[in-house]
């Protein structure tokens, strides 16, 4: 009750910010960011395209990959638009496609510029029947969770490299949502099963299991990096309620009902984007790795997202999935095979 309350209200907790702490409130006491290369996906609207702004307005270089280049272009000049002397660069990036995330990597690595900081903020919320990624993957989990596995371990080189030469921690921060919570069965069973059809196809649990993904990925990287010894964090967190493309795609009379009763529950798109931009550049969260994040301060994920096993069940079978590690069964339809022994 207390922490609704607290919600409600928009309370501050011990980093100083609360819910209803904007983006740009959260970074006004942030250093100057102009030395700084940031990567954010998902940067053509919504929580990600407010986050490009902010973090374009205290100077960094931001670099906007997208499915959708023209949209990546208005953002671009949108930016520009508020601050002549932005730095931003468009480049092309399917999340869903193995093959574009390479290409992608390829085209920044080519461009020999430092990355300090990586935001894997893109979602989708795949509507209808079950859709599978021209990998073979269940498009929601491709998109939210396998291609960013993929896009953060081949930058993962340049970030240890700029953090070494500059001495600058580098930040990886990963979008989740408190929908994670709501999966709590075994997530490579329930691929496999959909996948093949054996069972029915779930929007929601969908989303649900790449977000959970996302959250187990973040544990694993900490675990990794540590070994690595790379001058580099990565952390997770949930935005809030906000009404954003990902949503409004399910118009409705039901659906703008129910917004309407929750009005009170759903945050701005600069109030969403705080606690991405606090992860990606607040001072204080230097050396913090491996934590979830809401509202701007540590919270606790869901007890299927703590299990160190199951991070290091999922990070194989992406390294895995990523290297062609999916076989054809029941009449081509393609089965992720995870490990089990882990």
């Known amino acids: 009750m207390l922490q609704a309350a607290r919600y409600l209200l928009g ?24 030395s700084l290369t940031a990567i954010i996906t998902g940067a053509t609207s919504g929580i990600g395209a407010e986050t490009a ?7 960094a270089r931001v670099v906007i990959p997208a499915r959708n280049v023209k949209a990546a272009e208005d953002m671009r000049a949108r930016i ?30 080519a461009l020999g510029l430092p990355l300090h900081l990586l935001i894997n903020n893109a979602g989708k919320f795949s509507h209808g029947q079950l859709a599978l990624s021209e990998d073979g993957v269940e498009m929601t989990f491709a998109t939210n969770y396998l291609g960013h596995f993929l896009l953060t371990k081949l930058l993962l080189g340049r970030m240890a490299e700029t953090a070494a030469a500059t001495g600058v921690q580098g930040r990886i921060v990963n979008v989740s949502s408190s929908v994670h919570s709501w999966f ?15 069972i029915a196809y779930d929007a929601t649990q969908a989303y649900a299991v790449s977000k959970l993904a996302n959250v187990l990925h973040t544990k694993e990287l900490a675990v990794q990096l540590r070994e690595m010894g790379a001058d580099i964090t990565v952390n997770c967190v949930h935005p809030g309620i906000v009404r954003t493309r990902l949503n409004r795609d399910r118009e409705g009379i039901v659906t703008d009902l129910v917004f309407v009763l929750l009005s009170k529950l759903l945050k701005t798109i600069p109030q969403a984007a705080a606690t991405t931009c606090y992860a990606a550049a607040h001072p204080r ?9 809401a509202d701007c ?26 290297s062609g590690g999916i076989t054809q069964q029941g009449g081509g339809i393609p089965v992720l095979q995870p490990d089990r022994n882990i």
């Not at 969260?285 to 994040?293: K, N």
């Not at 301060?297 to 990523?322: D, F, G, K, V, Y």
Request: net charge neutral; aromatic share 8%; glycine share 8%.
């Open 80 to 109: 520009l638009g508020e601050f002549p002397g932005a730095d931003v660069l468009v480049l092309h990036l399917d999340l869903s496609s193995l093959a574009s995330v390479r290409a992608f990597a390829d085209r920044f690595l």
């Open 297 to 322: 301060n540590e919270a606790q994920p869901s007890p299927a997202a703590t299990s160190r096993r199951e991070a290091a069940r999922l990070w194989q079978a992406s390294e895995a999935m990523i």
């Open 285 to 293: 969260l230097a050396g913090v790795s491996g934590r979830y994040f």
């Open 184 to 198: 709590s069965g075994d997530w490579a069973d329930y691929l496999s099963q959909v996948t093949r059809r054996k």
């Open 11 to 34: 309370s501050p907790g011990a980093s100083g910010f609360g819910s209803k702490s904007t983006a740009d409130e959260v970074t006004s006491a942030c250093p100057d960011l102009s």
């Open 53 to 59: 702004r902010v973090l374009a307005k205290r100077g």
